[in-house]
């Protein structure tokens, strides 16, 4: 029995630490739903060396999920080939404005470009591109169901509607896109 709690908490921690080392180009909702497939695959085998790692594999997914998902780091600007300057809300809550080309090493919560009259929700843990014309797209991954779903572009009324609900960043978000 200890031997196979072992194996169990080698496989996790190899499982997380493998989870994380495509963090740069995979988002975590993409990842996590590798782990859980790979670990549910691996449990329903009959080696029971295989159900071990299965195991292991799926709470170093969970772990790698919870620790991005759930402790809200923003979502992330991966590629911004844009000429001008960008405007974000840092997860921190300040609307900054970005130079050209830049990239942050830190999460947001939205960001807009000037003359695009409303803003751009982004979701934790997705990963975003911001094309040479402005175009503010998700990376390939399950990310871009996510923020389609729970957050994407949004108008002045939403972000009216934001301000009368007392959060003010977003009308100061949206004053840089007019």
Known sequence: MGNRTGTIALSTIASYGFFKLPEAEIDPYTRAIIGYTGGLALLTNKDPMSRI??????IGATAMAVKELL???????INNDYAKSIYVIRENSIVEELPPNSIPDYGIEGL??????????????????????GTIK?????GIIVNSV????????????????????WAKLYEKSV
């Open 150 to 169: 729970l957050a994407g572009r949004m108008s002045k009324v939403w972000t009216d509607e934001q301000t009368a609900k007392g959060d003010q960043r």
């Open 53 to 58: 790692l299965g195991a292991g594999l799926l």
């Open 112 to 133: 807009t470009i000037k003359g695009m009259n409303g803003v751009f929700k982004a979701h934790n843990g997705v990963y975003l591109k911001i094309l040479s014309d």
């Open 71 to 77: 402790y809200k780091s923003g979502a992330k600007i």
């Open 138 to 142: 998700p990376k390939w991954g399950m």
